[in-house]
């Protein structure tokens, strides 16, 4: 499966983006799909997941309650609603798929994007 994450931009902390992630394929609803992103020096680390169904969803603890991932598979696309966005949200984010049924924290994914920059003003 081929990934493309494409919403990113400037943004003023307490602002909202919309990430997108358009994949290729005709299994997409059979991948678990998530979001990573990686700040300047430091590693790549968990966003978001959500099962094949999109029944499940898992966060980070840093994005609960601010962030929500969803998924169209009649659009092979998940999405990333980025609310009350802060200085720390600041990375490259990227998409990623895995044929489990749900990516998590501990997954890693077989397949990636490009990033996409999300860079919050304060």
């Known amino acids: 499966v081929q990934l493309q994450a494409s919403g990113g931009g400037l943004v003023q902390a307490g602002g909202s983006l919309r990430l997108s992630c358009a994949a290729s394929g005709r299994t997409f609803s059979r991948y678990g799909m998530g979001w990573f992103r990686q700040a300047p020096g430091k590693e790549r680390e968990f966003v978001a997941g959500i099962s094949w169904s999109g029944s499940n969803t898992y966060y980070a603890d840093s994005v609960k309650g601010r962030f929500t991932i969803s998924r169209d598979n009649a659009k092979n696309t998940v999405y990333l609603q980025m609310n009350s966005l802060k200085p720390e949200d600041t990375a490259v984010y990227y998409c990623?798929?895995?044929?489990?049924?749900?990516?998590?924290?501990?997954?890693?994914?077989?397949?990636w994007g490009k990033g996409t920059q999300v860079t919050v003003s304060s």
């Open positions: 990623a798929a895995d044929t489990t049924i749900v990516v998590v924290s501990t997954t890693v994914p077989k397949y």
